[in-house]
């Protein structure tokens, strides 16, 4: 037989494929299943695999749910979804968590919110202060920051970056760095503080030595 003789058969029940997965599709979309990423009316490993695909871009949004997506509850959907999905199907997280696992700083006793990296050095300073919050006493430097020491070394891929107000720096691998200002340097960027401008930056930061806490 030649290979293009099968050919027809084959098309023909791909076709029923195709029409039995948009009919499942119909039946299903009006009850969302939580974790159904890929809105098939299951949560399963292929929900987890989904957020995968679409981080790396070889999904649109059209093609996920995204309220089920961000498993987390952290209003983005990263690759943390994903692996918080395979926690919760392995059953080392419970469907009724929140999961939400975001690290704060407060300086001296305000509470900031940070937009964190998506790196490992933020993965292990996470897993740091998971069980005890990190206090940590900072030091007013050349007018731009504030620097404090970690006590541990994590994990950094140093570049060469120019800073802005609000940069969370990580310096050497195991200092801590806020910034009020500008600086070009070789850094590892750990995040950026939410919602401040330079000026509440300045306010916070620029009139004598803090005291941060790391905590999640
Ligand atoms: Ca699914
Ligand atoms: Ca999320």
């Known amino acids: 037989m030649r290979r293009g003789e099968n050919k027809k058969p084959q098309t023909a029940?791909?076709?029923?494929?195709?029409?039995?997965?948009?009919?499942?599709?119909?039946?299903?979309?009006?009850?969302?299943?939580?974790?159904?990423?890929?809105?098939?009316?299951?949560?399963?490993?292929?929900?987890?695999?989904?957020?995968?695909?679409?981080?790396?871009?070889?999904?649109?949004?059209?093609?996920?749910?995204?309220?089920?997506?961000?498993?987390?509850?952290?209003?983005?959907?990263?690759?943390?979804?994903?692996?918080?999905?395979?926690?919760?199907?392995?059953?080392?997280?419970?469907?009724?968590?929140d999961n939400n696992e975001d690290m704060k700083i407060s300086i001296n006793d305000t509470s900031i919110d940070v937009n964190w990296e998506e790196n490992e050095a933020v993965d292990a300073l996470k897993a740091a202060v998971k069980d005890n919050p990190m206090t940590i006493n900072m030091s007013m430097y050349g007018g731009f920051e504030q620097v404090g020491s970690l006590d541990m070394s994590l994990p950094h891929n140093d570049t060469r970056i120019t800073t802005e107000p609000g940069d969370v720096i990580l310096y050497s691998g195991n200092q801590i760095v806020l910034f009020y200002g500008s600086n070009t340097w070789s850094y590892t960027r750990l995040g950026k503080i939410k919602n401040m401008n330079e000026e509440q930056l300045r306010e916070l930061l620029s009139k004598g030595n803090v005291t941060i806490t790391i905590s999640i």
């Open 13 to 97: 029940v791909t076709l029923l494929l195709v029409v039995a997965m948009l009919f499942s599709h119909t039946l299903f979309t009006s009850a969302a299943v939580r974790y159904d990423v890929n809105r098939d009316g299951k949560f399963n490993i292929s929900d987890a695999t989904t957020i995968q695909k679409y981080r790396v871009g070889l999904l649109s949004e059209d093609d996920i749910d995204s309220a089920q997506a961000d498993a987390n509850r952290d209003g983005k959907i990263t690759i943390r979804d994903a692996t918080c999905i395979q926690m919760i199907l392995a059953g080392i997280l419970k469907e009724t968590d």
